[in-house]
């Protein structure tokens, strides 16, 4: 089974998470947790997967993290220049 990480939590990745479920995808991976940078969403769960922010990346073990926003770009500099990814 491989682990996914999911970095969003809009309009985008919600619709993204679905598809994957209706078409099969997730049958042999599945999706640990979804990664925003609002602290308000942090702690919450979108369809009882958890939302956790950047800082907790360390803590779970994963295979692959997936950008799922439109803040693409910005996601990407961020992943960049954190030590979590160095």
């Known amino acids: 089974m491989?682990?996914?990480l999911i970095?969003?939590?809009?309009?985008r990745a919600k619709r993204n998470y679905k598809l994957a479920k209706d078409s099969g995808v997730l049958n042999n991976n599945k999706i640990i947790g979804f990664i925003d940078?609002?602290?308000?969403?942090?702690?919450?769960?979108?369809e009882g997967v958890p939302?956790?922010?950047?800082?907790?990346?360390?803590n779970i073990s994963?295979?692959?993290?997936?950008?799922?926003?439109?803040?693409k770009q910005e996601i990407l500099e961020q992943m960049q220049n954190t030590l979590?990814?160095?």
């Open 37 to 46: 940078n609002n602290n308000k969403k942090c702690g919450t769960k979108i």
């Open 7 to 11: 970095w969003g939590t809009g309009a």
């Open 2 to 4: 491989i682990k996914i």
């Open 62 to 71: 994963y295979d692959y993290i997936c950008i799922w926003s439109t803040y």
């Open 84 to 86: 979590i990814f160095h």
């Open 51 to 58: 939302v956790i922010p950047p800082s907790e990346i360390v």
